[in-house]
Nanobody
Framework: QVQLVESGGGLVQPGGSLRLSCAASGRIFSINGMGWYRQAPGKERELVARITSGGSTSYADSVKGRFTISRDNALNTVYLQMNSLKPEDTAVYYC???????????????WGQGTQVTVSS
């Protein structure tokens, strides 16, 4: 069993910043890609940012230049630094981790429980 524990969400004014964290624990041999998704009310879940095991990053166009994804492989943790937040960034944010349970295993995926980010004055 693999657990993802998210933290860092909350209420922030437009233009403010938040930093999300997601720590993975449990039966993990190694972690491949890590990412953040979000889902606003009435909308589908969308990819916000992703980072590969080698550190390559990709972002949704709507957050480029404002959000930064990073990871600490020693801690099995992925972060999302969110700056210049806008009301349209309001959503539940979920982390997603691809991992291998043992050497030579197939890839597995796990999701965090979600953390609410609300941008409002």
């Amino acid at each position: 069993q693999v657990q993802l524990v998210e933290s860092g969400g909350g209420l922030v004014q437009p233009g403010g910043s938040l930093r999300l964290s997601c720590a993975a624990s449990g039966r993990i041999f190694s972690i491949n890609g890590m990412g953040w998704y979000r889902q606003a009310p009435g909308k589908e879940r969308e990819l916000v940012a992703r980072i590969t095991s080698g550190g390559s990053t990709s972002y949704a166009d709507s957050v480029k230049g404002r959000f930064t994804i990073s990871r600490d492989n020693a801690l099995n943790t992925v972060y999302l630094q969110m700056n210049s937040l806008k009301p349209e960034d309001t959503a539940v944010y979920y982390c997603n981790v691809e991992f291998f349970r043992w050497a030579g295993s197939g890839r597995f995926t796990s999701w965090g429980q979600g953390t609410q980010v609300t941008v409002s004055s």
